[in-house]
């Protein structure tokens, strides 16, 4: 196996050993491939090996990398999981197939806007601000349920809540919360976890871990 073809079925083996703790079929964890700040060449080799689901934090690098590997392999899916500002709305949602970042009205706004234009609709999870760290974007925890019902107001297919907890501290109650959250407001997608915590997002219930450093190496 070339390198990141065996990174890439290590990420699956350990994602699979956690679901199987916690009695979870593996089939309903998606792995996001997160590919940001990594060129074209390198993102080849995990299409190749079969990896389909991408995941960028930029619209505009986006733009430059995916739609030539987009032409050139079949069933690809992409993912934002970065902050989307309104006025890139419409682009984000001509390019990408999930949102990850929905955290405010304003975008809600934007977002319904460009699905009208783009006659395309995009699902989206909202994302909370798990630890209250303003500065990571997200929306505040208070706020969620009034954001959750202007955006199924406005007709955006909310799938679930996506967090990034503080840096450096044990994820695992950061984790659990989002789930209560989700639970509590009728959602069943979550996404959490990233290189660094994915097994313990798994085993507390991940339907979405998204994984860079651990697939690409580190980033430049
Ligand atoms: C970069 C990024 C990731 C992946 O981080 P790694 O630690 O490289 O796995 C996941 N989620 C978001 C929102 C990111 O920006």
Redesign the pocket.
């Known amino acids: 196996m070339t390198e990141p073809a065996s990174a890439l079925a290590e990420v699956y083996d350990n994602i699979a050993k956690a679901a199987k703790i916690a009695r979870r079929e593996p089939s309903q964890i998606e792995l996001v491939a997160?590919s940001?700040t990594h060129p074209a060449e390198a993102i080849a080799p995990l299409i190749e090996a079969g990896q389909r689901v991408f995941g960028e934090?930029r619209v505009q690098e986006a733009q430059a990398k995916w739609p030539a590997l987009q032409e050139a392999h079949e069933g690809l899916s992409l993912h934002l999981?970065?902050q989307l500002q309104s006025n890139k709305a419409e682009d984000a949602v001509r390019l990408f197939d999930c949102i990850?970042s929905l955290d405010r009205p304003s975008l809600v706004s934007a977002l319904a806007k460009a699905f009208d234009k783009a006659g395309r609709q995009v699902p989206c999870f909202v994302q909370v601000d798990i630890g209250e760290e303003a500065q990571k974007g997200g929306c505040p925890i208070a706020d969620v349920p009034a954001l959750l019902a202007e955006a199924r107001a406005a007709g955006i297919p909310v799938m679930g809540l996506m967090c990034?907890p503080p840096f450096g501290v044990e994820p695992s109650p950061y984790f659990a919360l989002l789930a209560k959250m989700a639970a509590d407001n009728g959602l069943d997608k979550l996404s959490m976890g990233?290189?660094?915590d994915y097994e313990t997002a798994v085993m507390l219930g991940a339907t979405h871990v998204?994984?860079?450093?651990?697939l690409f190496g580190a980033?430049g």
Not at 210 to 214: N, Q
């Open positions: 997160i940001k934090n999981v970065g990850h990034v990233m290189s660094g998204r994984v860079g450093s651990a980033r």
